[in-house]
């Protein structure tokens, strides 16, 4: 079965209601927990009932997964560092999620072997604030949304009354919608998962959710799923492979084009004056290093280089805290987002990162978290060094 | 970097349990009894407490911000209560700062600078300057009467200013007169202090003689003490002090009752932030609510819907009105100014660092090396490091505290400590 592609949905009214496209992804992970082929299960829960505030959740209840189902694009929380260390762990991951959790194995903190990854489709996600902000603009009560979804470029809101749908581009343009990492990243489908689910290509007015199986561990929570009978399957059509295909391709466009755009902002800046510009983004940080602390890709205590070697007596332009961060990221960097998220100041940490991987990939062909590869700097034989 | 060393303290053990406590209490003459939190717990942690000094027949309810309300004209009370909203800095055409918003409340930085890229004029005036720049103009001033002088700065701006336990009378009576015609927000450096004052802790008991018994819930007052060995005296002396805490600190360690509480980041319940907005927090654990409902207060859930509307539609509004306290003369002097930014780290006992900022002039002026120390002389002395920054000669900075300086302002003395 690995590398089919089906569309598949939940055989209980329950979970086909209450989770997205069909509620497969439920339906799968409750059935994996109850043929304990896995032990517990890592999902973003909402607070409450808010959709603009959620939190990582381990639980080992199928009802409580349940509870969880539906997306949450207004919550963009990595779930990398929240990974349960040895036990057999489904995680329902954005592609960001799954590069992190791959790092993360890569530097010995994960057992991928133990970790189940349902991967999503992603067309990136909202700052909860900003989201409150835009829907406000738009005459929506953000309070009033009780669900929503990103698909086929719109932000579709469904109210208790009724349901909106707007066009993210439009968004964009007016500069709402997504966070900068998401509008410029163009790993939309997680390949690198064991199972990419999502409802790009699902033919229109059908509640199915299109499932590509990746991984021998992707087949085996499809066929665990369907074996029990939680879920029905029938095999994708030529025509929603081509659906698929094509929502891919056009965020991959809009994220070539934010890419260069985010990219103007530094080479517009004359190569001699580059120096002047990273000093003056970074002359703000005020060393809290909440970035480090949330970063998918760091895997480091407090004896992390970039702690040990910065001393706030030093008084280098840039210090040696960032310095070393920038070094290291550039060769691990998922783009997520996360650290400008978090940062106090506002400094544009996707920028800066994604300046630095972008040149890595294109110098060296390597990509972080999508597959096992060492990073190249690590590759380098003996006899050249 | 040093957030680990405020999460890593110690967890407090308790020693009594609620019976034994409430009878302790009964024993004393509520009129010489005090309840006191600087707001480091919820609103319902807090109202609950208050419902319990009301059963013993307490007045005595005190935020560590007391003798504020005591000297102030009624009608400025509310604006030292409560602020406003954030993006009104955001959307402000002009902001006049009197703290360091980097070292002393990091999470304002951020509308700061969203005001400058949209435009705003932003003018810090102190008596230190802000090496990150963040001000167009810096005035510095070296005695509250020149910020008399600078006040039509002030006029029609958004004036962010920093009230703590060190911040005397005169101080903030000056900052409430050059700011009549300006909004103002007094940011307050622990995390529920709005909220505590909403709540009505506005009692000012801290070091009365007449204080016999005190009951301190999630606060050490000898961290927030300007002369620290003055307060552990006066605390020493009572009859009864019941800390009830998360963790182990110095005020701890002289309590005869210790009380143990979850950590903020695990209670269930609401706080207040600078804004006036309720929050709610991320935890789940009523336990400190519980032990206090046992000696006499009030049980969560009944505290939270006290609370919620109790806090319903509360906002800090200015009044005008006239202060006749003048300013805090500081004796002129040629010599050195030891300026304190306060910080979180500052308010827990917790020496984040152990350097000073001072002058590249003074550096070079002294011949100092980067490994070198130096003495800071005032009412005592002490060595530490230093850094050297662009600001005025003569103006030494510290966000840590140092024993010999009693003052948010010290004249001092500084030499090479080889």
């Known amino acids: 079965m690995e590398n089919e592609c089906y569309l598949a949905w939940a055989t209980d009214d329950e979970m086909r209601g209450r989770g997205s496209s069909g509620g497969f992804v439920t339906a799968a992970l409750v059935a994996a927990m109850r043929s304990d082929l896995i032990d517990e299960t890592l999902v973003v829960k909402k607070r409450d009932v808010d959709i603009y505030d959620g939190y990582p959740f381990v639980t080992r209840d199928p009802e409580e997964i349940i509870e969880c189902s539906g997306s949450l694009h207004f919550v963009p929380l990595n779930l990398a560092k929240f990974v349960p260390h040895d036990k057999r762990v489904g995680v329902v991951a954005k592609p960001c999620d799954c590069r992190g959790i791959i790092e993360q194995a890569k530097r010995g903190q994960i057992d991928l072997e133990k970790v189940y990854m349902i991967g999503l489709n992603c067309g990136g996600a909202i700052h909860p604030t900003e989201g409150r902000e835009m829907l406000r603009a738009y005459g929506i009560d953000p309070d009033r949304v009780v669900s929503e979804e990103i698909s086929r470029g719109n932000l579709i809101l469904r109210m208790a009354e009724k349901g909106e749908a707007i066009e993210l581009d439009e968004l964009e343009e007016i500069g709402y919608g997504r966070r900068d990492a998401c509008k410029a990243c163009n790993i939309n489908i997680p390949t690198m998962a064991d199972l990419a689910v999502g409802n790009w290509g699902v033919p229109k007015g059908e509640e199915a959710t299109f499932v590509e199986i990746l991984t021998e561990k992707g087949e085996e929570i499809f066929e665990n799923a369907v074996d029990t009978g939680y879920v029905e399957y029938k095999r994708a059509s030529e025509k929603a492979l081509e659906r698929r295909r094509k929502v891919d391709e056009a965020m991959k466009k809009m994220a070539e084009n934010w890419r260069a755009h985010f990219d103007k902002l530094v080479t517009e800046t004359e190569a001699k004056d580059r120096l002047h510009f990273y000093i003056d983004i970074f002359k703000n940080c005020i060393h809290c290093g909440a970035c480090k602390e949330v970063c998918p890709a760091c895997a480091c205590g407090d004896d992390a280089k970039c702690i040990q070697l910065n001393d706030e007596k030093d008084v280098y332009k840039i210090s040696m805290y960032n310095l070393t961060r920038i070094l290291h990221l550039m060769d691990s960097c998922v783009g997520c987002g996360e650290c400008e998220d978090v940062c106090p100041v506002d400094i544009p940490l996707t920028l800066i990162h994604k300046r630095f991987t972008d040149r890595m990939r294109q110098k060296l062909g390597y990509i972080p978290g999508v597959d096992l590869r060492k990073p190249p700097l690590y590759e380098v034989p003996k006899s050249d060094t | ?418």
């Open chain 2, 1 to 418: 970097m040093s957030l680990p060393k405020y999460y890593s303290r110690k967890p407090l053990r308790p020693n009594a349990d609620a019976k034994d406590v409430r009878e302790r209490l009964n024993e004393i003459d509520p009129e010489q009894m005090a309840f006191v939190s600087l707001g480091e717990t919820t609103n319902e942690e807090l109202l609950s407490l208050r419902e319990l000094a009301r059963d013993i027949g307490c007045k005595n309810l005190d935020s560590g911000f007391g003798k504020f309300f005591n000297a102030i004209p009624a009608d400025f009370h509310e604006v030292l209560r409560v602020g406003f909203p954030f993006k009104h800095i955001e959307n402000a055409s002009k902001i006049v700062l009197l703290l360091d918003p980097f070292v002393q409340y990091p999470l304002l930085a951020r509308y700061i600078l969203r005001a400058r890229e949209k435009g705003a004029e932003v003018l810090e005036v102190g008596f230190a300057g802000n090496e990150r720049y963040i001000a167009d103009e810096t005035i510095l001033v070296r005695s509250w009467d020149e910020i008399m002088g600078a006040e039509e700065s002030f006029e029609d701006a958004v004036v962010i200013c920093d009230l703590n336990p060190w911040t005397t009378v005169e101080m903030l009576s000056t900052v409430l007169r050059v700011s009549k015609r300006s909004e103002l927000l007094l940011m307050k450096p622990f995390l529920n202090a709005t909220g505590a004052l909403m709540l009505n802790y506005m009692s000012d008991v801290l070091m009365n003689e007449k204080i016999r018994a005190l009951y301190v819930l999630e606060s050490d007052l000898i961290d927030i003490a300007i002369n620290e060995p003055e307060m552990e005296n006066w605390l020493s002396k009572l009859d009864l002090l019941i800390v009830h805490n998360a963790y182990e600190s110095r005020i701890t360690k002289l309590a005869d009752i210790t009380l143990q509480s979850d950590p903020f980041y695990e209670k269930k319940g609401t706080i207040v932030n600078a804004e006036g907005r309720i929050l709610e927090t991320g935890g789940c654990s009523t336990r400190g609510i519980e032990l206090i409902e046992k000696m006499g207060g009030m049980g969560y859930k009944e505290s939270h819907e006290r609370v919620l509307n109790e806090l319903e539609d509360e906002r800090g509004t200015k009044k005008e009105g006239e202060i006749d306290i003048e300013p805090k003369e500081i004796p002129e002097s040629e010599g050195a100014l030891l300026v304190y930014k306060t910080n979180p780290f500052f308010w827990h006992g917790i020496r984040h660092k152990n350097f000073i900022d001072m002058s590249v002039d003074n550096v070079r002026d002294m011949g100092l090396n980067r490994e070198d120390n130096i003495k800071v002389i005032c009412d005592g002395e002490e060595e530490v490091g230093f850094k050297p920054v662009e600001s005025p000669r003569d103006i030494f900075v510290s966000e840590i505290k140092l024993p010999a300086c009693k003052d948010l302002i010290s004249h001092v003395r500084v030499t090479s400590s080889s």
